[in-house]
């Protein structure tokens, strides 16, 4: 790997920056074509906030695929194979497309995004993800005018991959975003972290980012982007539909029915500022309140 590159991409990170951080810098640069990686620190990018340290961010994981323990993730998505590794487009759209991860990567330049991440457990991160707005690849797709919503499919290859249980959930798991949710810019195709490639159990090679929504609407590992007219299933809504609403933004005004959602745990803090307030939308409501204007969030949540 090109390690100055690598550290250009760490100090465009700004002032939190990684020294100190713990981050293990052992991952390649998630490109290494010299014109595909935008160093400067992207407009959506969030100031001012401190870093969650590269481990807990890689070693704190939701990823049933491969366990449901914190850990587990960590310990077992070497078994996912990232390449070959092809995103097909398919549903309400003017074409049907397959495209490899390659070319994705190349599709816009990488940005640098530091992004509040929460939670529906209660504990939050702050993230320095890697990628480009998903609208850019949306646009490309040419959705047909009858395309309201997006359905993102993370693996399914039981065979090799995902260990040999369910979890009680029936893979693959979707999840979806209403159009104009989808076609916001923050809504992030993120293919690395920390300057480095998503680490595997972090949703490698491809993932989303979806920072005012709870981290659950963010589906790792996507093998298929999926346009429908009407509201697509979701993994956690179907599992228990009274516990996480097809919506799940953040609000600390619609406790989840067995906890708080008005504070939250923030993982790798000091003990001292461990417990903060959770914000409305978290954090991002100037950007993306508009998208709900006259809807009633405490009914769809
Ligand atoms: N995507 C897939 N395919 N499988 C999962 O289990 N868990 C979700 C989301 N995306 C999950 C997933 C949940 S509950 C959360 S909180 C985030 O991924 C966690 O992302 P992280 O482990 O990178 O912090």
Redesign the pocket.
């Known amino acids: 790997m090109n390690r100055r590159r690598f550290m250009t991409a760490a100090l465009a990170l700004g002032a939190t920056g990684l020294a100190g951080e713990g981050a293990r810098l052992t991952r390649p640069a998630i490109v290494e074509a010299d014109d595909a990686l935008t160093t400067g620190s992207s407009k959506y990018s969030t100031p001012g906030l401190r870093l969650t340290p590269f481990e807990d ?1 890689t070693h ?6 491969f366990g449901v323990s914190k850990g587990d ?1 960590a310990q077992n998505a070497w078994r996912l194979q990232t390449r070959p590794w092809s995103v097909k487009i398919e549903g309400e759209v003017k074409k049907e497309r397959i495209f490899d991860i390659d070319a994705l990567l190349k599709l816009r330049p990488m940005e640098q995004r530091v992004y509040q ?1 929460r ?3 209660a504990w939050s ?1 702050v993230i320095p993800w890697a990628g480009y707005s998903l609208s850019e690849l949306i646009n490309e797709c040419e959705p047909l005018p009858s395309a309201k919503f997006i359905q993102f499919i ?2 399914d290859d039981p065979k090799d991959e995902l260990l040999p249980w369910n979890a009680g959930i029936s893979w693959p ?1 979707v ?1 979806g975003l209403r159009m104009d949710e989808a076609m916001h810019p923050l809504t992030l195709l993120a293919f690395g972290m920390y300057g480095q490639e998503m680490p595997k ?3 490698a090679p491809v ?1 989303v980012a979806v920072p005012w929504k ?3 609407k ?4 996507i093998v298929k982007i999926r346009f429908v007219k009407d509201q697509p299933a979701t993994t ?1 809504n179907k599992i228990a539909p009274d516990e996480y609403g097809f919506y799940s933004n953040v609000n600390p005004n619609r406790p989840h029915p067995r906890w708080s959602q008005k504070t939250e745990r923030v993982i790798g803090a000091p003990i001292w500022k461990q417990l903060q307030p959770t914000l409305m939308f978290n954090g991002y409501g100037d950007q993306v309140a508009y998208l709900y204007n006259g809807m009633d969030l405490i009914r769809n949540y």
Request: aromatic content about 28%; some cysteine; charged content about 20%.
């Open positions: 961010v704190y994981n939701n990823f049933y695929e993730p991440f939670c529906v457990e991160m993370s693996l798991y999840e159990q972090d949703g993932r709870y981290g659950f963010s589906a790792k590992s956690w």
